[in-house]
């Protein structure tokens, strides 16, 4: 007799599902470009990238790539991973399969509207990690928060308020990194804030966090109206320089954007690495997932709960305040109205992305970064393509990330409910 075929769970079939629709909407993009190299692009059309500043030491030629030839490669290689997914639609790799369609995809677009053009790509790969960094930070004080079972909506304001006692503080103190520390602990401030709102007196987690952006903006462009603009030597804090590795930093490319920053961008590196190693390795990142997944099995067995999340909820703080602080001493020097500019917002976007994990944040900051930056840049060379529809790019991926669509997207548990330890 033959096996019966093994019924699945809604789970699986819906995981099933989105395989399917992941593998034609990914044969569908291949199919185009191919198209579009093969029979739209004229043969001779090339675009040229610069791969070094012209004050870089080491020199290596232009890279000159065809872009009908950019189109079919981004083609083919869209089309085996469609095969790949479609032989296996349930596999948990989708991920990986979605960041190397969306490479090639963005390769190949880009080196269309930069045709005839000779862009610095070193420049491009720098600015993304630039405007990345922020959003890394961001998303790091979410994770914190809400893998403890705290939904923290007030980042935005944590990093807005940190900016602004950065700005302050560094100024008053005569140091930029006397003000960063004022920054930081402004947002343990404002961290622990939201824990006696959302664990002590259970306030909605939701609106206790609007509640802290509204009065961090409110704050905030009062200080800047009444205090740093009558007196400016309040909001002159300095900047920190950057401090380039040596033999590092002369790598075409890569060395300028990731070797030759300021002391935040290593600082980044660290805070990726040791956390995604503490909260999956080691007895306090158990603690921790356990809280913002079951906090009453997790009562049960003699774990302070609260403790945790207040603790979590002061690291995010200070985090989200170090943000802040990049946006003073190293983007501008000063602290201006609204200067977080929904990086708050888009870390937490990040943190869905990436699936609460920081590895995955800071890849999806980067998608995030590249955005802004090609959005910045690309009217610089000419580009006459309407560069707002790169800035929304990313978002509308994320909420089809989020809606399930292409995958299954489940944070911790317990986030946004209220706990009350016996």
């Not at 802040?324 to 602290?335: A, M």
Request: net charge positive; glycine share 14%; aromatic share 8%.
């Amino acid at each position: 007799m033959a096996a019966e075929p093994v019924a699945l769970s809604t789970t699986e079939r819906r995981a099933r599902t989105n395989g399917y629709i992941r593998a034609g909407l990914y044969a569908l993009f291949g199919a185009l470009s191919l198209y579009v190299g093969l029979f739209r692009i004229p043969v001779d059309q090339l675009t040229r990238y610069r791969l070094v500043f012209d004050s870089g030491v080491i020199r290596v030629p232009d890279l000159v790539l065809p872009v009908g030839g950019t189109y079919i490669a981004a083609g083919v290689i869209t089309l085996v991973v469609a095969l790949i997914q479609l032989r296996r639609p349930s596999d948990s790799t989708w991920r990986r399969l979605l960041g190397i369609v969306v490479f090639m995809v963005i390769a190949a677009v880009l080196t269309g509207i930069l045709a005839g053009k000779t862009p610095s790509l070193v420049g491009l790969v720098s600015a993304t990690v630039s405007f990345a960094l922020p959003i890394v930070f961001a998303g790091l004080a979410a994770i914190l928060c809400e893998r403890s079972g705290v939904m923290n909506i007030g980042i935005e304001g944590t990093i807005l308020f940190g900016a602004a006692a950065t700005s302050i503080g560094g100024s008053l103190l005569g140091s930029p990194y006397a003000g960063i520390v004022v920054g930081v602990l402004a947002g343990v401030l404002l961290g622990l804030l939201l824990g006696v709102l959302a664990i002590r007196y259970h306030v909605d987690q939701v609106i206790a966090g609007t509640v802290l952006n509204l009065a961090a903006a409110g704050f905030t462009t009062f200080a800047y109206t009444r205090i740093l603009q009558a007196k400016p030597e309040f909001n002159s804090p300095g900047l920190v320089g950057s401090t380039p590795i040596p033999l590092l930093a002369d790598i075409p490319i890569i060395g300028p954007a990731l070797f030759s920053g300021s002391l935040y961008l290593y600082l980044g590196y660290a805070m990726i690495i040791i956390m995604q190693l503490a909260i999956y390795r080691t007895r306090w990142g158990l603690r921790l997932r356990a809280a913002g997944e079951n906090p009453k099995a997790a009562g049960t067995i003699g774990i302070d709960v609260l403790k945790i999340r207040y603790r979590s909820l002061a690291m995010g703080g200070a985090v989200a305040g170090l943000a802040g602080s990049y946006l003073v001493v190293v983007s501008t020097g000063s602290f201006q109205i609204g200067m977080s500019a929904g990086v708050g917002f888009i870390g937490l976007a990040a943190m869905i992305f990436g699936g609460w994990r920081p590895v995955g944040v800071a890849a999806a900051a980067l998608v995030f970064g590249f955005a802004r930056s090609a959005e910045s840049r690309l009217g610089t060379v000419g580009v006459e393509v309407p560069t707002v529809f790169l800035s929304i790019l990313p978002y509308v991926v994320t909420i089809i990330v989020v809606a399930g669509v292409v995958g299954r997207v489940r944070g911790p548990a317990a986030a946004g409910q209220p706990y009350e330890q016996a």
